[in-house]
C-alpha cells in the first residue's frame, strides 16, 4: 500500500514561508530545523513542508531544479485548500503578501474557486467542496 505522505515546496525562506501559511489559511506548526532549511506545516492527513532552495540544490546532482519565483509564470500544479469561506481566506492571504491570479468565482459543477499564488509563487487553489458552490 502507498499513500501521500507529504508535499515538498522549495522555498527562498523557510521560516517566512510557514509563518505565510500559519497566518493566511490557520495551519499548526509541526518543526522547523535549527539551520531552518527544513520544515512541516500539520494540515490533515497530508504533510505540507518547505525545504530551503540552497539546501536542495546539493541533492541533485544534474544541475538542480527550476526555482518557483512570483516573477515567473506559475508551474503547471496547485496546491488545493478545501473551506467553507473562500472569500476569508483569498482575502487573509492578499493582506500577508500573496498575489491575487483568480477572483473567486461559483462553477458550473458547483464549487466555489478562487486562485493566489504565495510568496514564493506557488499557485495556491482556495475552494469550497465540489457540489456546495458557496
Known amino acids: 500500500m502507498v499513500k501521500l505522505g507529504?508535499?515538498?515546496l522549495y522555498v527562498a525562506n523557510v521560516t517566512l514561508?510557514?509563518?505565510f501559511y500559519?497566518?493566511?489559511f490557520g495551519f499548526q506548526r509541526k518543526f522547523i530545523t535549527e539551520d531552518g532549511l527544513y520544515g512541516e506545516?500539520?494540515?490533515?492527513?497530508?504533510?505540507?513542508a518547505f525545504a530551503g532552495v540552497e539546501f536542495v540544490k546539493n541533492n541533485f546532482s544534474n544541475g538542480g531544479f527550476t526555482q518557483s519565483t512570483r516573477q515567473?509564470?506559475?508551474?503547471?500544479?496547485?496546491i488545493?485548500?478545501?473551506?467553507?469561506d473562500v472569500i476569508l481566506y483569498v482575502q487573509k492571504?492578499?493582506?500577508?503578501?500573496a498575489t491575487l491570479v483568480s477572483a473567486p468565482e461559483n462553477k458550473p459543477w458547483g464549487q466555489m474557486v478562487a486562485y493566489v499564488r504565495d510568496l514564493d509563487g506557488f499557485l495556491v487553489e482556495i475552494c469550497t467542496e465540489v457540489g456546495s458552490d458557496d
Not at 506545516?41 to 505540507?48: F, I
Not at 488545493?80 to 467553507?84: L, N, P, S, W
Not at 492571504?93 to 503578501?97: F, V
Open 6 to 8: 507529504y508535499t515538498i
Open 17 to 19: 514561508a510557514i509563518e
Open 22 to 24: 500559519e497566518k493566511a
Open 41 to 48: 506545516l500539520l494540515t490533515g492527513e497530508t504533510t505540507l
Open 72 to 78: 515567473n509564470p506559475p508551474f503547471g500544479i496547485e
Open 80 to 84: 488545493g485548500f478545501v473551506t467553507d
Open 93 to 97: 492571504a492578499r493582506d500577508l503578501g
